[in-house]
């Protein structure tokens, strides 16, 4: 399954202006678990660590959570790497339309390559390890550019079913992957080998969030993937499906599971 071209194309229909691309942020919190998940997250990081934080947003993307981050302080300094240059200038671009581009930056680097010692406060990166294979350099690198008491916070699938792999026969959701998913105790350990404290690990994406990442994610793209023809019903789709993702969603984060097809992932300086 091709995620990635569907997603562009989504991104292409909703970048023709600043606002239609900030509502398009804003539905993605709405659908996407994982941005409840890494919302979360930071908002206990606001308020346990003040205003005045140096932040990597590692493999920014197109910028949804960097643009939720600075929505959190203005105070926030943002920097957002990706591998993709037209992607980086996109994002530069946008942010100095909304008039907040005097903290906000994005560059295009490969996380294997970049180093900045003792640079940030907080290091995320949602859904990124996934499409690197060699990521204990890139842990050793998120490592070294963090200050002391420094906290680095990842989203990834798991090897539970993440990427929807339920045993050997079955292909990654997602074909860019790289893996299907981390196991929880092998995330811990490169983290700890990398240099890192402290690590906590937890399962995200429970039974409920299981059920709303197939009606807000799976059946959708199978279906982009089928024909272009379902961009006109999918504004149809989410209205009937959107409530109950959301109710879905909110027992997720509310809620501890002993499995599930994502992690969580924190890890201390």
Request: charged share 25%; aromatic share 14%; net charge positive.
């Amino acid at each position: 399954m091709q995620y990635e071209p569907i997603k562009i194309s989504l991104g292409n229909v909703f970048n023709k202006n600043p606002y239609l691309r900030i509502l398009f942020y804003k539905l993605l919190d709405l659908l996407l678990l994982r941005a409840w998940h890494i919302k979360k997250e930071l908002r206990k990081i606001r308020k346990n660590h003040g205003n005045n934080l140096n932040i990597l947003d590692a493999g920014s993307g197109f910028g949804q959570y960097t643009y939720f981050m600075s929505t959190l302080s203005n105070n926030w300094k943002i920097t957002g790497v990706d591998v993709k240059q037209e992607q980086m200038d996109d994002c530069n671009n946008f942010f100095k339309k909304i008039g907040r581009s005097e903290k906000i930056q994005f560059n295009t680097a490969d996380l294997t390559q970049y180093v900045k010692p003792d640079e940030y406060n907080l290091i995320l990166s949602v859904d990124v390890m996934e499409h690197i294979k060699d990521d204990l350099v890139v842990f050793r690198n998120f490592y070294s550019s963090l200050k002391t008491g420094g906290i680095l916070l990842i989203s990834t699938p798991s090897d539970q079913g993440g990427s929807d792999v339920h045993d050997d026969k079955d292909k990654s959701f997602i074909a860019e992957h790289v893996r299907d998913g981390y196991n929880i105790s092998d995330i811990e350990e490169k983290l700890k080998l990398a240099g890192f404290s402290r690590v906590e690990a937890r399962y995200t994406y429970g039974i409920p969030g299981k059920i709303s990442w197939k009606l807000s994610m799976k059946y959708p793209i199978s279906m982009l993937n089928l024909s272009k023809f379902f961009f006109i019903l999918l504004p149809f789709y989410y209205l009937v499906t959107i409530l109950f993702c959301m109710v879905l969603n909110f027992l997720d984060i509310t809620f501890s599971y002993k499995t599930g097809t994502g992690l969580l992932v924190k890890a201390w300086k």
